[in-house]
């Protein structure tokens, strides 16, 4: 009874140490100079009164406003309850500002780094009630490579929520938005702004000069009586602004560049492996999880190539599709491709890994580059559990110096088999010409039946049991009747394909049953006897 106290009050210290968490974060890390940032801070911890103390932030911060949320949510028939507190500071100085630690009664939020540019803003156009402005991260590019195009649409009045921006559209140009529009302050000649910013990524898909087409925003303000009621909001004129058109210069693929290897324009690129079980031994027959990552700052993950498949000698390898994702980030997208392959080894000893490499262009500081994986060695033991297995070559070696009775022992063992087996051929000579034999085990008959029963079941886990057995009594092996008869090796490449590979495959056991049933006999292997009918007479006229 007392340790189940102890578990139930670890339990609870533990759930009270989650709610009492305070998790801070912001809605972007970098910022031009004059812009607000909104910080947000979360609570679980419904036992928590009052807000968070915020003097910590005046003397880098102001703070423009503060607002509290409260939600109520039920997952599984659990409810939580979430306090959020969302905070707009306007930084005071420029470059690496921190926002510290704030503090909620006993719990504490992490630091985080903000990078505040400075920025220079046309004093005339931002006399404007509302305007936009267009900028992109590089001038000149290279094909196929990543270019960020900002626009930001300022306004010091309000408006309505009939606003508007034409779509972004660019010949021979690939465009994807980077996550929804952002909305913050920024302070321009001691007026207070308000932003809409929306940031996309170009891949341009031919070199020369780009053309980014000005953009329109049309929006209706929101203008003030001057009358009796100067209060009172009074619709105005739809006001319509544009950006100016940005050139790009689009650079062709280095001639230095390897033509047979797939164009990757990148800021950067990594390969990376991870194996399930973590293991470097496994069994023959056993399934080790390969998945191979590929990362790349810069490009989308459709633009990322298949990786170099895993070929050895003595791998049979099943792939699942690959999984391809994309992240966002101040810098732009993220591809990233994951290839995940089941490896089943066929035989014992080590089986060797090719080294995997990609070849990449480093876009920012304009040179080739190349990624890579080593070789790796796999350490394969034998399986006592499958009767098919091709041991490697041993290392080992019989010493010159072993002595002669294992010999001497086996000459003798050789002579009493001998004599005992002529014994039982002159027993054999005064029995019937016709006697079943009783049988110690399963018959070959009946284990064909359950190896029938399971294909037709399409049950690949019987199946494979109800094969192991049947081969066991069989004059070769598995794998040598699969070496000579190609439909039998097929076959089973199929049942080892439903056993191994993680998505699963629906396995079909006709193709299986009808390769048992025609394989051919081996011409120096006699056919073992099932039917004692059809056995020749031992005396024969």
């Known amino acids: 009874m007392s340790r189940i106290s102890v578990i139930l009050l670890s339990l609870l210290i533990a759930l009270q140490v989650e709610a009492a968490e305070l998790v801070a974060s912001v809605d972007r890390t970098r910022l031009n100079s004059g812009e607000t940032v909104e910080l947000t801070l979360e609570t679980r911890d419904v036992t928590q009164f009052g807000k968070p103390d915020l003097s910590p932030l005046d003397a880098v911060f102001e703070v423009r406003d503060t607002r509290q949320v409260n939600r109520l949510t039920t997952i599984d028939g659990n409810t939580q309850a979430t306090t959020r507190w969302i905070i707009t500071l306007l930084p005071r100085q420029n470059g690496t500002v921190e926002i510290p630690a704030l503090h909620l009664g006993e719990a504490q939020s992490q630091p985080i780094s903000l990078q505040v540019i400075q920025s220079e803003q046309n004093a005339a156009t931002s006399l404007a009630p509302v305007f936009i402005d267009a900028s992109v991260d590089e001038n000149s590019i290279y094909v196929q490579a990543q270019v960020i195009l900002t626009l930001r649409i300022y306004h010091s009045v309000s408006l309505y929520d009939d606003s508007s921006l034409t779509p972004l559209q660019i010949p021979d140009a690939r465009i994807e ?43 209706t303000p929101v203008e003030t009586s001057t009358g009796q009621d100067a209060s009172a909001p009074r619709t105005g004129k739809q006001t319509r602004v544009s950006s100016s058109e940005i050139s790009l210069t689009v650079k062709a693929r280095p001639a230095d560049y390897p033509a047979d290897q797939p164009w990757l324009p990148a800021r950067s690129l990594s390969l990376s492996e991870s194996w399930n079980p973590d293991t470097p031994q496994i069994k023959v027959g056993d399934s080790v999880t390969r998945t191979l990552t590929l990362k790349a700052d810069g490009l989308s993950s459709a633009q990322l190539p298949p990786l170099p498949a895993t070929e050895a000698n003595g791998l049979r390898r099943y792939p699942d599709q690959p999984q391809l994702s994309n992240e966002n980030s101040d810098r732009g997208l993220i591809g990233i491709r994951d290839e995940r392959e089941a490896l ?89 010409a016709i006697q079943r034999a009783a049988q110690s085990g399963p018959s070959p008959r009946s284990l064909l039946d359950d190896i029938k029963r399971a294909c037709q079941a399409n049950d ?65 292997i006699q056919a073992p006897v099932t039917d004692p009918s059809s056995l020749p007479p031992l005396y024969p006229k």
């Open 177 to 219: 938005q980077l996550g929804e529009s952002r909305t913050y302050e920024k302070l321009i000649n001691g007026v207070r702004h308000g932003v809409i910013e929306m940031r996309y990524a170009i891949y341009p898909q031919k070199s020369g000069t780009l053309i980014i087409p000005a953009q329109v925003f049309s929006a």
């Open 344 to 432: 089943v080894p066929t035989r014992s000893g080590n089986i060797e890994l090719p080294a995997l490499e990609v070849v990449w262009w480093n876009t920012h500081e304009d040179h080739l580059e190349h990624s890579s994986l080593p070789a790796r060695s796999l350490h394969v033991l034998i399986n006592p559990e499958l009767a098919v297995d091709t041991p490697a070559s041993s290392d080992s070696s019989i010493p010159s110096s072993t002595a002669l009775w294992p010999w001497q022992l086996s000459t003798l063992l050789l002579a009493c088999t001998t004599l005992l087996g002529f014994g039982l051929w002159w027993r054999a000579r005064r029995q019937p």
């Open 460 to 524: 690949p886990q019987a199946t494979r049991q109800a094969l192991d057995a049947w081969a066991r009594q069989q004059p070769e092996t598995l794998a040598d009747m699969a070496a000579r008869f190609v439909p039998l090796s097929d076959a089973l490449d199929g049942l080892n394909g439903a056993l191994y590979s993680e998505t699963g495959q629906y396995w079909q056991g006709e193709e299986l049953w009808r390769a048992i049933g025609t394989i051919p006999p081996a011409e120096h």
